[in-house]
């Protein structure tokens, strides 16, 4: 399984990016797939998962009403759309595939399965 992550940059307060996730090497349809962020010093945390067939997601309470996820089965990939980014969204992000059928609500990182280098978003004040 390979995953690739890329869109990072760096934007203003208050600004959008996308980050999007390609995937190979896996039955795609078959994954849950999430994005996790992790600063310097920090944990590894849970942003965002969509399920199987992208009808459902869920976020963490930090990114609600900001941040939407969702996927392309036909493509292989899945995307991360941030608006109104603040600078504590400063973080590497990383995309992952979760492929348990009862993971589904996981925002544990030890759940999941298969991970991509991260991308770096960097927000400035």
């Known amino acids: 399984v390979q995953l690739q992550a890329y869109g990072g940059g760096s934007v203003q307060a208050g600004g959008s990016l996308r980050l999007s996730c390609a995937a190979s090497g896996l039955t795609f349809g078959s994954y849950v797939m999430g994005w996790f962020r992790q600063a310097p010093g920090n944990e590894r945390e849970f942003v965002s998962a969509?399920?199987?067939?992208?009808?459902?997601?869920y976020h963490a309470d930090s990114v609600k009403g900001r941040f939407t996820i969702s996927r392309d089965n036909a493509k292989n990939m899945v995307y991360l759309q941030m608006n109104s980014l603040k600078p504590e969204d400063t973080a590497a992000y990383y995309c992952?595939?979760?492929?348990?059928?009862?993971?589904?609500?996981?925002?544990?990182?030890?759940?999941?399965?298969?991970w991509g280098q991260g991308t770096q978003l960097t927000v400035s004040s």
């Open positions: 969509v399920s199987w067939s992208g009808e459902r997601t």
């Open positions: 992952a595939a979760l492929k348990s059928s009862t993971g589904w609500g996981s925002s544990d990182a030890a759940d999941f399965d298969s």
